[in-house]
């Protein structure tokens, strides 16, 4: 069955350090996408990165890095030189490419950032 | 860039009182999808919506929820008889194709509150 686990219910760092969020992610199919979102104290979900399953490249945007690895079933963000806009929810989430998935987003519990001054 | 939007963003009913979320998917889009998030807890899916029909509904989905499209732009969401266990945000998505390729593009969610 399909689930996501992000295991870190909160973290709590001072500003400019860098932080690791974890994601940990269980499919049984070959094709899939992963996905984090991030959700800021006003409620909306904000889109931050698409990862399909044949990709496992690291990607880079600013200061956020996302490293996916396959073989541990994992997509992890990390946040460098953290700032207190960073402050929010962060989401990870799995959807499937099988026929007759109704691509749904399965969503981790979401992991509770905040950045001290 | 063309969004999704949702109206109200706060809605507050009192317990048996149906409510009508409403969604205005991005035009071209063609899936269409409801989630909840009860406050502090995960997004969970509810149901999907392709070809004006329902593709997906979750547990959650029982017969008090309906879904509608009722004039080609609007995407509702109704509660006939709402328990207090539904207050939550409740937040539409559309996507433009039909595959996990395809990004969901959120809108910025209604609260409900029921009391």
């Known amino acids: 069955a399909q689930k996501v686990t992000q295991a870190q219910t909160e973290i709590s760092v001072v500003e400019k350090e860098d932080v690791t969020l974890d994601c940990v992610y269980e499919?049984?199919?070959?094709?899939?996408?992963l996905f984090w979102y991030k959700q800021p104290p006003s409620g909306e979900l904000v889109f931050l990165i698409r990862?399909?399953?044949?990709d496992e490249q690291n990607e880079i945007s600013g200061r956020y890095s996302w490293n996916f690895q396959k073989s541990t079933s994992s997509f992890n963000f990390t946040i460098t030189a953290s700032q207190v806009v960073d402050s929010a929810v962060y989401f990870c989430a799995l959807s499937e490419e099988a026929v007759g998935s109704n691509y749904q987003l399965i969503w981790g519990a979401g992991t509770k950032l905040i950045i001290k001054p | 860039e063309p969004e999704v939007t949702q109206t109200p963003s706060h809605q507050v009913t009192q317990m048996g009182q149906e409510v009508i979320l409403r969604c205005v998917p991005i035009?071209?889009?063609?899936?269409f999808y409801w989630y909840r998030q009860i406050l502090g807890q995960k997004v969970e899916f509810l149901v999907s919506?392709?070809?004006?029909?329902?593709?997906?509904k979750s547990e959650i989905f029982d017969d008090q929820f309906s879904v509608e499209r009722p004039d080609g732009s609007n995407f509702t969401l109704k509660i006939r008889s709402t328990k207090l266990e539904d207050s939550a945000m409740y937040f539409c998505a559309s996507s433009p194709g039909t595959g996990a390729r395809y990004e969901q593009y959120f809108g910025p969610g209604t609260r409900l509150t029921v009391t």
């Open positions: 919506f392709y070809n004006n029909e329902i593709s997906e």
């Open positions: 035009s071209n889009h063609l899936y």
């Open positions: 990862r399909n399953s044949f």
């Open positions: 499919t049984r199919d070959t094709t899939y996408y």
